[in-house]
C-alpha cells in the first residue's frame, strides 16, 4: 500500500520541480450534476476542463441518491477528455485536488465494493433519526460539540437511517466515505477525507477538528469505520497502476485531500481570511465566512465546519433556491422572455418594488429557518404592480434571504466584514449585483476565476505541491479582482427599512405553510 512516510518525505524535492517546470495541477469536482476535471498552471491559468454528467435517482418522496459507481465512470471519461482537448502529458501534472458534493453517504464493505445507492445532501427521508440525535445528546450540548444542529441533509441521520430502515445493510458497513472520497479510494486505493467535509458530517469535533468519540459513541458508529481525515493541502495518496491505466493520469501522482465544495468553491474566490466573504448565487445561494476559530451560532442557525485551509472554520449560512427563484419565475410566469428582458423591465421599477415583498421559500429553507415546509410566496400585491415590479421582487428576496446569513454571521462574533467576493450565475447581472450590494449595505467585488470549487482544489493541489508556501499566497497570486459594486446610499436606506418587512413575513405565516403543506398531503 501507499507509504506516506515515503510521500512527505519527498515533498520537498516535489515542491521544488513544480516551481522550476511548467508543471500543472489538477482539480476534480464531483458535484450532483456531474464530473469535472480541470487543470491549471503555476499561474492560475485554466488550461483545460471537461464534465462529464450523473444520473440522479429519486425512488421514493423524498428521497434522492445516485450510483457511486457513475461518479467514477464520469470522472474517468472527464479525466481522458481533459487530458486530450489539452494536449498535457499526465506526467506533467504534479498534483490532483479533490472536491465534490457534501454529506453524501457512501458505505463500503470489508472488500471497498458498495453497498447500496449514496444518500444525498438534498436527501430529506431522515427528519426521524435527526430528532433522535437531538434527543440522544440534547440539542443544545450537540451544537456545542458538532457546530450544527442535525439536518436531513447531513450525513450523520443518513447513517441512524439505514441502521434502522435497511439492517442487512448495516452489519455489512465496514467504511464510511462522502461522494469525493470515494472516487479517492478508486484512484489511490486508500480511505481518507479532508477535515472540511468530515466536519459536514456533524460527527466532528468542531474545535480539536477531528472524529467526535462521544458522538460516534453515543450514536453507535465504530470509530474504525471513519477515514483518516486530513488538512486540504494535505497528501493522502497516489494514483494507483490500476487508476493509471484506466484513466491516462501518471502513476503515482500524489492525491490531496482537497475540501467539500463550499470550502473549495471559497478558495477558489479567495474567501480564505477573516472579513473576506464568499458569495455565491447559483441554484442556491451561500454566504461563507472563513474564521480564525471555531466560532458556534448559539443556536445552530449557521453550519459552522472546517474550513479547507489549515487551522482555519468557517461559518456558511445557505438559502435553498437563490438564482432557483429566478429560473422558477421566468419559467412558469414568463418562459417567452429571456433573462436579460426580464431583469431590463426590473431595472425601470425603484428599489423596494413598490412596497411588493417576495419570499423566496420555493423549496422549503435552510437558513435561518430550518424548515423544509416553508413556502414562497408575492405579498402585498397592487393593481399597480407589473411584471416588471413582480421580477425585482424575486431579486430584492433573494438578497434578504442572503442577508438574513450575512445578520446572522456578523451577530455571531466575525469582528469585521472588509469585502465581499461574489461569484455564481445570479452575480453576473449589474442589477442583481447592485440590489446585493445595497441591501448588505458592503461593496461587492468580482474576481477572474469561474471554475469555483475544481479550481480551488487544484490550488489545494498545488499548495501541497509546494507550488506556493500556502493557501493565502496561492489565492493572492492567482485571483485577481475584476470588478466593484458599492452600495447606493439611498437604496440602502430602502432595503433597510422593506427587510424589516421581510424579516416578520415568515414567523407570521409559519403555521399557515404548515396548514398549507397538510391541505396538499405533503
Known sequence: MFSFARLKFDKLSLGMRAVSHMNYFMGIDVSTTGSKALLIDLSGNVIGVQSSPHNLSNPKPLWSEQDPEEWWDATIKSIQKVLKSSGIKPESITAIGLTGQMHGLVLLDEKGNVLRPAILWNDQRTQAQC?????????EKFIQITGNVSLTGFTASKILWVSENEPEVYAKVKHILLPKDYIRYRLTGEFGMDKADGSGTVLFDLKRRTWSEEVLSVLEIPREWMPQTYEGPEFTGVVSKTASKITGLAINTPVVAGGG???????????????IIGLTVGTSGVIFAATSSALIEPEGRLHAFCHAVPGMWHFMG???????????YRDTLAKDLSFDKLLEEAKQVPAGSEGLQFLPYLSGERTPYPDPLARGAFIGLTLR?????????????????LKDSFMLIQ????????????????TKNALWRQILASTLNSELVTVNTTEGAAFGAALLAGVGAGAWKDVLTACNQTIKITGHTSPDPRQAEVYQNSYQIYKALYPALKNSFTQMNEQAGS
Open 385 to 401: 404592480h407589473q411584471r416588471g415590479h413582480m421580477t425585482r421582487s424575486v431579486l430584492e428576496g433573494v438578497a434578504f434571504g
Open 411 to 426: 451577530n455571531a462574533g466575525l469582528e469585521k466584514i472588509v469585502q465581499i467576493r461574489a461569484s455564481g450565475g445570479g
Open 261 to 275: 465544495d463550499q470550502a473549495a468553491q471559497a478558495v477558489g474566490v479567495g474567501a480564505v481570511a477573516p472579513g
Open 318 to 328: 445557505v438559502m435553498l433556491s437563490a438564482a432557483g427563484s429566478l429560473q422558477w
Open 131 to 139: 430528532d433522535e440525535i437531538h434527543a440522544r445528546f440534547g440539542k
